[in-house]
């Protein structure tokens, strides 16, 4: 009986637990607190936060309840990750619920989606520096495209034993947008520039917004192929929803086809940080490289726009390219609050949705390009 | 290996440069096929849009006409004669009025009404906003118009 | 959800340059408030989370300085401090009398922004409009208006 007893206890995560395992409840708690106090991306934060505390409330290995165990509920969850089956669903409910039309409106703003791609390359280089291999480097990188989905699906193909960190980089640094872009745009800004108004975009027609997502996904994959699980699915989801006849599913893949994923998502993008595999030195050289990445990002788009302005008769203010990282529709939120700080009568949103959703076509086209040169 | 040794050593530099060329290249190419897709679209279309534009032009017109019409019939000057209750509470706000000074701040004269338990005190002081017992001038404040006020009559019925 | 009668919206300034499922969309994030005599809707330095649409009664909206303005009008917008940095009213808002608005939450209508960029577009410049006429009389009221 007492032998029973002790083995029991011994068993019982009070017992098992150490010093990692609290700091990454702590780090849990404080997604989980940001999410609901601070409003910062609530609908990751939360499922995200709440995945670290499971994963890491320590378990005793072979009775499969380990995410990293074969057979284990979570592994079958997970497998969505590891196989990117979640990003491309998230894609295909982006799609559906986006509209490219100011996009359409205005072609030129793409290239500012472009530019901030260019922290996706730096960083690479960064990672390359600080001695990760060329493959784990290409995840890392990623970082800087903004989108989680993203980031998540090529460390899925690349780097697996990554994913854990990255995804938590890639999303903390997507919920802390407003924090970090900034003092970036206004550094790189002068007040003149930040005042100047942009020009309504002239009307999209119905059929430019259908035949788009054709002639986009056909463009797009014909050059880089390694991104037509994402592209495919995001210009797929937006076909449905610009074709009207398909209201039906382009309501399912925006509502629940996407809130489901993301609950799938985020509780095992969480629940793979165990502490053994979170806490390690490299995790923090992701999350610097991470910082740099968005940073870079940001500066590429802001700069970008500035030597534009050289070319360009009808001046575009230059906080259109922080939009260009494609944390959608944070950073072209950020970009209308920076604005109207200058100006409160000045409305940037809907312009800065142009560059904020090129840089998602910009950062799937980078991801695919990152992992057909790394197989 | 590491810094720059490691890239050179890993290909970086070359990925680096090719990869956002690739990204420029497919951006830039999807921008120049949506910006002609439009003028294409329109040359199959333009039978169907323009007669949309007669359409809405005809539509703007008529519609114009009678958003006309509604503005007229809200700008109609505001009934003087007041309810005998009513012309007993501009007497009692008069009073707070003088007390206030002119101009006076809007929200401190609702706030003494409250205060003094005057008869349903926000309606009563909407109604004389809008028989222009009481009007704003153009910094925020108000004034009681003593010209209305003298010639504000009670109903004969009552 | 209440029934939001397409005819009504269309006839708003703020909405009745969009299209039938322009109209559709809107309503659908639309609701109907009834508010009382005296019921303070907005408050000074308060998040603003919700912007509203005057379908009737009459509403005083005062400044920090005792400065106030009255609206009447069907139409009419309060609360505009919703889509305007930094995203708190500058102004309280009583209803002098009871009446209807139509209100809408800040969070539906970011989501809207992502959903048709060009919609959202046309109801930004309407509320840009008001917002205009709104910061005019606050500079000349105080210079600051808060």
Known sequence: MADLLVQFLQNTGYYMADYRHCIMIIV?????YLGIAKHYEPL????IGFGILVGNVPVFKGLGLSIYEDNSVLSYLYFGVTKGIYPSLIFMGIGALTDFSTMIARPVLMLLGAAAQMGIFITFLGALALGFDPKEAASIGIIGGADGPTAIFLSAKLAPALIGPIAVAAYSYMALVP??????????????????????????????????????????????????????????????????VTERLAEAARRPVIDSVTILLGLTVGASTQADRFLKPESIEIFILGALSFCVATASGLIFAKIMNLFL???????????????????????????????????????????????VIGSAIGAGVLWSFMV | MNGLD??????????????????????????????????????WETKHLFYEQVKEVWQKKRTGVADDDR???????????????????????NIL???????????????????????????????????????????GFFHWNEKVYNCISEPEDE | MQHIDMKLLKSIDLFKDLEGGELGQIASILTPVRVTEGETIMRRGAPAQTFYVVLSGNYMVYFKGGQAFTLHKFGDVLGWSTVV????????????????????????????????????????????????????????VSGDPD
């Open chain 1, 28 to 32: 849990g708690c404080v997604f989980i």
């Open chain 1, 44 to 47: 990751l934060l939360v499922p």
């Open chain 1, 179 to 244: 924090v970090i872009q900034p003092p970036i745009m206004k550094l790189l800004t002068t007040r003149k520039e930040r005042l100047i108004r942009m020009e309504d975009p002239r009307e999209v027609s119905k059929q430019e917004k259908m035949v788009f997502p054709v002639i986009a996904f056909l463009l797009c994959c014909f050059l880089a192929p390694a991104a037509l699980p994402l592209l495919g699915m995001l210009f797929f989801g937006n076909l449905l929803k610009e074709a009207v």
């Open chain 1, 313 to 359: 008769r009808q001046k575009i203010n230059p906080l259109l390219g922080a939009a260009g990282v494609s944390a959608v529709p944070d950073s072209a939120r950020v970009v209308q609050m920076v604005g109207q700080a200058e100006d409160p009568t000045n409305f940037l949103l809907m312009h800065a949705m142009a560059p904020n959703v090129s840089g």
């Open chain 2, 6 to 43: 490691a890239i050179s050593a890993n290909n970086g530099w070359n990925i680096a440069a090719l990869g956002i060329t690739i990204v420029f290249t497919g951006l830039v190419l999807l921008s120049l096929a949506i910006s002609q897709l439009h003028k294409i679209l329109t040359l």
């Open chain 2, 71 to 93: 503005f007229l019939a809200e700008e109609q000057p505001p009934e003087v004669v007041l309810p005998k209750s009513l012309k007993k509470s501009a007497d009692q706000f």
């Open chain 2, 97 to 139: 009025v003088l007390h206030l000074g002119e101009p006076f701040p809007l929200p401190k004269l609702l706030e003494l009404a409250i205060k003094r338990g005057l008869d349903r005190p926000h309606s009563t002081l909407n109604h004389l906003i809008q028989t222009k017992l009481i009007v704003p001038d153009k910094l």
């Open chain 3, 85 to 140: 940095t930094p995203f708190y009213y500058r102004a309280t808002t009583i209803a002098l009398t009871s009446g209807d608005l139509l209100s809408m939450s800040r969070l539906e209508f970011l989501r809207l922004v992502q959903k048709n960029a060009v919609l959202s577009g046309k109801i930004m410049k309407k509320i840009n409009e008001v917002v205009e006429k709104r910061l005019y009389f606050l500079k000349t």
